[in-house]
């Protein structure tokens, strides 16, 4: 044999332990991963219930912010805190059990609150991928937001209260390369056939052919044919209507070869065929990918400009030139019933025009990095090659500031549509509001202490009611919610906790992967009915 | 520890709480995550089982173990860590399979509520079996990657986990596999074939050589020169591919001659295969391409293990992982055999490189070994945030279940993505009700029709086997049995059948399809074949 023996790639011991998520999110997912930092401020159980699920996927690296000391509480609904730790540390204590659930990260704590924080170290913020926060007041919650919404890191703000779990996700701007939709549609170019295709599709000619090779010809040879056909009759459209779809299907159906008794042969690719018709549409721009191409951070390229953008303004270019209208050929085939031969022919055609459109973005991508004076390195051809993969599912979120939802006017209009619904879960998030102005006004959580239950229920109804007075909305349907938040007393519960938790840790892998859509960009999970909603604010 | 959480749970909750014995079938992903949610809620009685020893792929997610723990029992592990931080807790674990004869109805009727965080359809349909018989609420759960379920199956009030038949677990014709690959899959399925016919046990129906008995070649004149080599079985009669290969050795560069060369030459013998068909190309060991079809730009796959080799790569770790195979085995008892593991780096290799050189000769696309890995393991993707997700759901019903709530347990999917009314966590609006037609939860067995030529599936309690019955009518004579066996005259040709239940269990009185006597006798033919499971 001509070359060395090739070591069989046996996989390292951290793909091993890796390898159920890998098959999920792919290496460049868990290297992302593995390059980012998160915050979590208070380290209660939501908190490290989603620490948890962070460290076990081999984050790289996690900081605790948390000013408290462990209470009995805290053991009662943090799994990983015993009795000796009491009186210590929260910070200290936590991140010593969540450590030893991965060697592979990192983790340190600050011994302070985040309110010293932002007071005595302004930048400790800069350099964190994600951060989360639990339960926190707010003035805190409004300062801390400004400033993250400024530095343009994505922000968490969590809540576990009773039997409710809440997030509000702020992120100025986030850009999703792969949102893995479930069902795309084959990018084909039928009605559009770029050059090497229109050839190779011409040279071949199916009524001369035996059952054999005639029953493996690619259905996308046999449906660009007989679209080629349907639309010299009906000049050049595209089928569009059922009726028109249906007489593109009778066309192909007409191909199938006939038995010596003119009965027709069983011939699956022809049966793809027609099943392709359905899926069949005009090459063009999606109106989401429109929207992103006309934006303004796409057409005014900046020295600071993302990746994403320059990407995207040549992007932009490419479809006003070489793309004539359209976008870059993604290149892959889907499985079909045919030749190998025929089979491999085509998908070289697909894949070389595919590899040209994605070398032409690549020249524009490195002519563009030039003229903003930034670093060629700084987006790869492997970037761009990804890149236009997925250009027609690209995703674009801009959020809004969680500190714009404690000024009256802007949240009332917000929220007034919502709370049209009496059912609308959004109620919670005005309780759990009214549950903040609580505390501020008498020091504890509604319901907190036995005795106080009672009155503590009137008191609640009221910093609910001034609320919704600011945000000139009417009361609220039913009492009962306000009943049932005092029975809670700010108690944690675990399950919901760790439910929640979840949901979160979940939420910033889909950030630091920039894979799948985030929730945008309110979660509220109700335990009594199993109810999930997201609102956008 | 439990929390002092008198306040949010109500009263009598927190009384179930305390005094309730539960049982968590398994200890793996979703069953971590449970045990921490039961012993966080206040449960103070937990038992959990499972079978399993941990391995380094669970570490990604299943919390309470460690490195260290590698090799170890999953419950016992499980329990011994949930212990260190709430010491007051009883739990009791068994390293064990549920489907043990020594967990009986009884041991079911112990519990107020039985969690199911299960890996596979045959453990989960029996512990389903066992709630109803012990009328225990069972909560099932799973999760494939992002997404996930919880459901509360309640005997005459819920469906059960076999109301609804569940998609066939994908099986191929054995000459699919043996003759006419076409996709990668059949070759990774002959792939596994092949080891255990080298290496490990021999299973009559994992045969791997040239099928004759394929109807796709009947009447085949080329076959009729070999027709002397083949018995009635199908099989070529030379020797066996196991006898074989101890024969040479397990010289890699023969055994590739037989597997790829001689026995192609073969199938290619049989014409009739190869009319609508294209023929294979056989290869000959030293004269193989050194590239990749299609593939030269995938130069830059991050991992080696994603990238796909060249026909010269196939060869090289073929013929190493068959002479570190040979060894393993070498170091066995007599009479011990390998067993075909993903995780097992040779094995691994064995497989994929196989697969490569087949589908190379079919024309069929190679895949890299990271997928084969994934299709020969069956494994599913799986991560932390979706089991903590459905974990923390699966003990949020079994509050419902101890408060006699059932109404409140509706069936609750986690999507991978939200649906059309932005929500990603979906509850079922109401319970759904069993299936009447249900054959294992079903009060009342309904009138089935069957008639003459009727063939009945049926398999036993703890589904070792899977029957077929099929249904002859004969005339009832005055002095004859009412009943018949006689015998499995349906066994196909090509793939002997078990007619004898190994291990001597027997399964009369566990049938779960009773045949109704209807006005005439029948006789039953029945052919025992011990259930095929792809793992």
Request: net charge negative.
């Amino acid at each position: 044999m001509s070359s060395p023996a090739p070591k069989s790639p046996e996989q390292s011991e951290k793909n091993k332990k890796y390898d159920r998520q890998l098959r999920l999110w792919g290496d460049h997912g868990q290297a992302a991963l593995e390059s980012a930092h998160v915050c979590l401020i208070n380290a209660n159980g939501l908190g490290t219930e989603i620490l948890k699920s962070l460290i076990l996927p081999g984050i790289g690296a996690f900081t605790i912010v948390d000013g408290e000391k462990v209470t009995e509480e805290d053991i009662g609904c943090n799994f990983f805190l015993d009795h000796d730790s009491v009186g210590k540390s929260r910070a200290q204590a936590t991140i010593q059990l969540l450590l030893e659930l991965n060697p592979d990260v990192r983790g340190d704590y600050v011994d302070e609150s985040v309110e010293q924080v932002l007071e005595n170290n302004p930048d400790f913020f800069n350099n964190f991928s994600v951060v989360i926060s639990t339960q926190i007041s707010e003035r805190v919650i409004i300062r801390l937001s400004k400033k993250l919404w400024e530095l343009e890191i994505p922000f968490i703000a969590c809540q576990s209260y009773g039997f409710i779990g809440y997030a509000r996700i702020q992120v100025q701007e986030h850009t999703v390369i792969e949102t893995h939709p479930d069902n795309e549609v084959p990018d084909l170019r039928l009605d559009k056939p770029f050059p090497s295709l229109k050839e190779l599709i011409d040279s071949i000619d199916i009524s001369k052919m035996e059952l054999k090779d005639h029953a493996h010809v690619p259905y996308v040879v046999i449906l660009y044919k007989c679209l080629q056909q349907w639309q010299q009759e009906n000049e050049g459209q595209i089928p569009k209507t059922y009726r028109e779809k249906e007489s593109l299907r009778k066309l192909i159906r007409a191909e199938i070869l006939n038995n010596d008794d003119g009965i027709p042969h069983d011939e699956e690719n022809f049966e793809e065929a027609i099943k392709a018709v359905n899926t069949l549409a005009p090459t063009n721009i999606p109106s989401h990918v429109r929207e992103i191409l006309d934006d303004e951070s796409c057409i005014n390229l900046t020295s600071k400009s993302k990746p994403f953008w320059i990407m995207a303004k040549a992007l932009r270019e490419f479809v006003e030139n070489e793309g004539a209208g359209a976008l870059p050929l993604r290149g892959t085939l889907p499985d079909m019933t045919a030749d190998t031969e025929r089979y491999i022919h085509l998908q070289q055609v697909y894949h070389s025009q595919a590899a040209k459109d994605a070398e032409v973005m690549f020249r524009r991508v490195q002519q563009l990095l030039r003229e903003i004076n930034q670093s060629p390195d700084s987006i790869t051809e492997k970037d761009v090659k990804l890149f236009c993969k997925h250009t027609s599912t690209m995703h674009l979120v801009r959020g809004s500031c969680i500190a714009d939802d404690y000024d009256n006017k802007i949240f009332a209009q917000k929220l007034a549509p919502h709370l049209e619904d009496p059912e609308s879960a959004l109620v919670y998030a005005v309780l759990l509001r009214g549950v903040d102005r609580f505390r501020i006004a008498h020091g504890t959580y509604p319901g907190e202490y036995d005795d106080q239950v009672e009155p503590d229920i009137v008191k609640l109804k009221s910093c609910v009611s001034k609320l919704l007075n600011e945000w000139s909305c009417g009361p609220l349907a039913k009492d009962d919610y306000v009943h049932e938040i005092c029975r809670y007393g700010g108690g944690e519960l675990h399950s919901i906790s760790a439910f929640v938790g979840g949901c979160i840790a979940q939420e910033t892998i889909k950030f630091i992967t920039s894979q799948y859509k985030p929730i945008h960009n309110t979660f509220i999970y109700d335990g009594i009915t199993s109810n999930t909603a997201s609102f956008t604010l | 520890m439990a929390a002092s959480i008198a306040g949010v749970f109500e009263n009598d909750l927190q009384q179930a709480i305390n005094s309730s014995k539960v049982f968590v079938v398994g200890a793996g992903g979703i069953g971590c995550e449970i045990l921490k949610n039961l012993v966080m809620s206040g449960f103070n009685d937990i038992e959990i089982i499972d079978l399993d020893t941990i391995d380094v792929s669970n570490l990604n997610r299943q919390f309470l173990f460690h490195k260290q723990h590698v090799g170890k029992s999953k419950a016992e592990v499980a329990r011994e860590s949930a212990l260190s931080f709430n010491p007051t807790v009883n739990i009791k674990a068994y390293h064990d399979s549920t489907m043990s004869a020594d967990y009986g109805v009884n041991f079911f009727k112990r519990f107020a509520v039985v969690m199911n965080a299960l890996d596979n359809r045959m453990a989960r349909n029996h512990v389903n079996r066992m709630c109803l018989a012990a009328d225990v609420p069972l909560i099932e759960s799973g999760t494939a990657g992002y997404e996930g379920q919880v459901e509360l199956i309640k005997k005459q009030l819920t469906q059960c986990y076999e109301c609804l038949p569940k998609a066939p677990q994908k099986t191929y014709p054995g000459c699919t596999i043996r003759n006419t690959p076409s996709e990668p899959i059949h070759c990774i399925v002959w792939s596994k074939h092949l080891f255990n016919q080298l290496f490990g046990e021999n299973d009559p129906d994992m045969d791997v050589s040239p099928d004759t008995a394929d109807p796709d070649a009947a009447g085949d004149a080329g076959m009729a020169a070999l027709k002397g080599e083949a018995n009635d079985q199908g099989n070529v009669t030379r020797v066996t591919t196991r006898e074989w290969a101890v024969k040479s050795n397990y010289d890699p560069e023969k055994l590739f001659r037989k597997l790829f060369h001689d026995d192609i030459k073969y199938l290619l013998s049989m014409g009739n295969l190869w009319k609508n068909r294209t023929p294979p190309k056989p290869l000959v060991f030293g004269e193989v391409p050194d590239a990749v079809a299609g593939c030269s730009n995938e130069t830059d796959a991050v991992l080696k293990d994603q990238k796909i080799w060249s026909v010269a790569e196939c060869v090289e770790i073929f013929s190493s992982s068959c002479r570190n195979l040979y060894s393993q085995q070498q170091r066995l008892d007599l009479g011990d055999n390998l067993v075909w593991d993903k995780d097992d780096k040779d094995a691994m290799d064995f497989v994929a490189s196989c697969a490569n050189i087949r589908a190379y000769i079919f024309g069929i696309p190679q895949k890299s070994r990271f997928d084969i890995k994934s299709m020969a393991g069956n494994i599913i993707p799986a991560i932390a945030t979706s089991n903590a997700i459905v974990a923390g759901l699966v003990v949020l019903k079994a509050f419902y279940v101890l408060r006699g709530q059932l109404e409140n347990c509706q069936s609750v999917y986690l999507r991978n993505k939200p649906n059309h009314k932005n929500v990603q966590i979906v509850p079922e609006a109401c319970l759904v009700e069993p299936n009447s037609k249900c054959y294992v939860c079903s009060p009342k067995h309904e009138q089935m029709g069957v008639v003459n030529g009727s063939i009945l599936k049926a398999d036993d309690f703890l589904q070792n086997y899977e029957l077929n019955i099929v249904i002859v009518q004969r005339c009832l004579t005055r002095d004859g049995p009412l009943f018949e066996i006689i015998g499995s005259e349906t066994a196909k040709p090509g793939s002997p059948e078990k007619l004898q239940p190994e291990n001597g269990q027997t399964d009369d009185d566990d049938d779960v399809v009773h045949v109704i006597d209807g006005e005439s006798t029948s006789n039953a033919t029945s052919s025992i074949r011990k259930r095929k499971l792809e793992t």
